[in-house]
């Protein structure tokens, strides 16, 4: 069964340093969204990416951050300077364009650790 | 401020007992609702979607969807240790890229 990749699974990174965190959504979907969960919290939405631009975007998802899709597999999410609060957990999902368009599917994701 | 709001846990139950998960939301224009279940230290798992008032079933599960109220639940049936884990509402609100507000989930924990 097809389903969502994300390296690296663990990125620990001193503050101030940039890391670029890459996911591969399954390879039928067109829709590609970052989330992030601090420990013991809620997944917060970071930002949605369709058609080569972002359609949404949260408070979060500052100049700090940036998403991009390279090629036809990759979808990156960089973040510039890093801070101590952004440790987290970092999801990528996807989803189709059909009537399930929002049924998302995430990937392991990936654990960033700033020291 | 749109919220999802569910109860935190932990829910306890015996095994083959039906667990009742609630939750939420405060956004009358939400319009795809979503259970998802986490596994301590694994990602959110997609197990149930509903669009329409109503009850759906798939399998152990049903999920129950009543939009006037703002209420949406998973029942699960049977309950297997298997299923001990933390289950997350999510809702999708019309126009804002597929963007997902998740509640904080409830612990549910099957005792053999």
């Known amino acids: 069964e097809p389903e969502v990749t994300q390296t690296p699974s663990h990125q620990v990174t001193q503050m101030g340093q940039e890391v670029i965190l890459r996911c591969v959504p399954i390879?039928?979907?067109?829709?590609f969204y970052w989330y992030r969960q601090i420990l013991g919290q809620k997944v917060e939405f970071l930002v949605s990416?369709?058609?080569?631009?972002?359609?949404?975007k949260s408070e979060i998802f500052d100049d700090q951050f940036s998403v991009e899709r390279p090629d036809g597999s990759n979808f990156t999410l960089k973040i510039r300077s890093t801070k101590l609060e952004d440790s987290a957990m970092y999801f990528c999902?996807?989803?189709?364009?059909?009537?399930?368009?929002?049924?998302?599917?995430f990937g392991p994701g990936t654990r960033l650790t700033v020291t | 401020q749109k919220e999802v709001e569910q109860n935190s846990g932990p829910l306890s139950v015996p095994e083959g007992a039906i667990a009742s998960l609630n939750c939420t939301y405060s956004?009358?224009?939400?319009?795809?609702f979503f259970w998802y279940r986490q596994y301590s230290g694994k990602s959110p798992e997609l197990i149930m979607s509903?669009?329409?008032?109503g009850d759906k079933e798939d399998g152990r599960f049903t999920a129950q969807l009543n939009k006037a109220s703002q209420y949406v639940s998973l029942l699960i049936r049977d309950s297997q240790p298997s299923d001990s884990a933390t289950y997350l509402c999510?809702?999708?609100?019309?126009?804002?890229?597929?963007?997902?507000?998740f509640g904080q989930g409830t612990e549910l924990s099957v005792k053999p």
């Open positions: 390879s039928n979907h067109l829709y």
């Open positions: 509903i669009y329409s008032n």
């Open positions: 990416f369709y058609n080569n631009e972002i359609s949404e």
């Open positions: 999902a996807s989803s189709t364009d059909a009537e399930k368009a929002y049924e998302q599917y």
């Open positions: 956004d009358r224009v939400s319009q795809s």
């Open positions: 999510a809702v999708n609100v019309h126009n804002q890229g597929g963007k997902l507000i």
